[in-house]
């Protein structure tokens, strides 16, 4: 029976829109971590090509609407503890509701296996790794350029399919980088761990993200990265234990950021010439984020409301 419980939560991963019921049930209730109010940076925008363009904007009024609904915004204040996954979701909620919302992002609590490292014989040559799916979206088109604004010793290697890996290849051959990009399409999970922590850095150029798995991953792996820093993982990248192994590469017009990513994997590759992968330590701290969430549901239990961390 209802009584029997201490507390209702709702973790609801993209849809702060929504309206949710258990702030309804008589409980305390903990409502979150919520995203879905990341949006691709305009200045941005000539990188999604017009139908990304498109979509852009009628997710936008998609989700202006909805958030406008009476019962939604009454789960939003009825809700004990807010959880949001990034700062352009609580930038969304009412001015008076900011401030005792969390930031958390789910991502921060992903379990991935640390794959062996290869053996010496078998070790590549220094790389850069992308890893996502090839949409417009992600951002293959900026590390791409920014390779081509890199040091001209600098490899990548990009796992993932989708609709713009052909024209990713095509501008590969245009702008002269060709041989210093391996595109290896689609690959099992398990590979893509491997391409990941073999690498000396990754690059993640994910322009509308309310969380980033492969992010996580990466960080804990210990693997330096270079961050566009928009959405949920602006919100990963903040969360890690050494700033000074992330590079938060903030958006403006294409040519700033390519160049700002281009000057960033730079040094973060010669930062890393001669470091031993082997030692690498986990960047985010996954039981302080698990004592957080327990902390915040604990002050649900109490009827007291969350800060932010």
Do not use: C
């Not at 010793?153 to 095509?170: H, K, L």
């Amino acid at each position: 029976e209802q009584g029997s419980f201490d507390v209702a939560y709702h973790a609801t991963l993209s849809a702060f829109w929504l309206p949710s019921v258990a702030p309804d049930l008589g409980l305390p209730s903990v409502w979150g971590p919520v995203g879905g109010a990341v949006t691709t940076p305009v200045r941005l925008w000539p990188l999604l090509g017009w139908k990304g363009v498109v979509v852009e904007v009628v997710d936008w009024l998609a989700v202006r609407f909805m958030s406008l609904l009476g019962s939604t915004r009454r789960t939003w204040r009825a809700a004990t503890v807010r959880i949001a996954q990034n700062r352009q979701t609580v930038s969304r909620l009412p001015s008076d509701l900011r401030a005792a919302t969390v930031v958390l992002n789910h991502a921060e609590f992903h379990r991935v296996p640390r794959p062996e490292l290869l053996p010496p014989e078998e070790a590549p040559e220094p790389y850069v790794a992308w890893v996502s799916p090839m949409e417009s979206r992600k951002g293959p088109e900026l590390a791409v350029r920014a390779i081509a604004a890199a040091s001209n010793s600098i490899r990548m290697v990009m796992a993932g399919d989708g609709p713009e890996r052909a024209r990713m290849e095509a501008l590969a051959q245009n702008l002269g980088v060709a041989e210093r990009i391996t595109f290896l399409g689609m690959v099992p999970h398990d590979r893509a761990l491997e391409v990941i922590r073999n690498a000396d850095v990754a690059v993640f150029t994910g322009m509308r993200e309310e969380g980033g798995l492969a992010l996580a991953e990466a960080l804990l792996m210990g693997t330096p990265v270079v961050v566009l820093a928009n959405g949920g993982a602006d919100a990963i990248a903040q969360a890690a234990t050494r700033p000074d192994l992330v590079s938060r590469i903030e958006p403006a017009s294409t040519k700033t950021t390519v160049a700002a990513m281009a000057r960033a994997l730079d040094v973060s590759m010669e930062r890393e010439q001669g470091h031993q992968k082997a030692a690498r330590s986990p960047l985010l701290d996954q039981e302080g984020s698990v004592e957080a969430l327990r902390s915040l549901v604990n002050q649900a239990v109490s009827g007291t409301e969350g800060a932010d961390r």
